[in-house]
């Protein structure tokens, strides 16, 4: 019985810490959103790199909702999301850093 009542709390737990993640992770695609349309009304970047930028955001947007589509993020969806949130924040700050001429 005490076996049962530990792997069901370990579940219950397990399930709780990858929902957190999930919508941890959609917080950040929405704070990356607001960053590149900040950074394209402050002319930090191309109209050209917003549009690769946004069009990124919309790919990432797809693969949250296929993967929030059962509400449980399993490992491998965290890991895909989280993977495409990481290089989009990395081509962001390079294109904010870039010193083309506008």
């Known amino acids: 019985m005490k076996k049962i009542l530990l792997f069901t ?13 999930g919508s941890k992770l959609i917080r950040t695609q929405k704070r990356q959103e607001n960053i590149i349309r900040s950074a394209f009304k402050r002319a930090k970047i191309t109209e ?3 549009r ?5 955001q919309q790919i990432i947007k797809k693969y949250i909702d296929i993967a929030n589509a059962d509400h449980y993020w399993n490992s491998a969806e965290i890991k895909r999301v989280k993977g495409k949130l990481d290089r989009a924040e990395n081509r962001l700050r390079k294109y904010k850093t870039n010193g083309e001429i506008y």
């Open 9 to 21: 709390t370990f579940l219950m737990i397990n399930v709780a810490v990858q929902a957190n993640n």
């Open 48 to 50: 050209n790199e917003y």
């Open 52 to 56: 690769k930028l946004m069009n990124e």
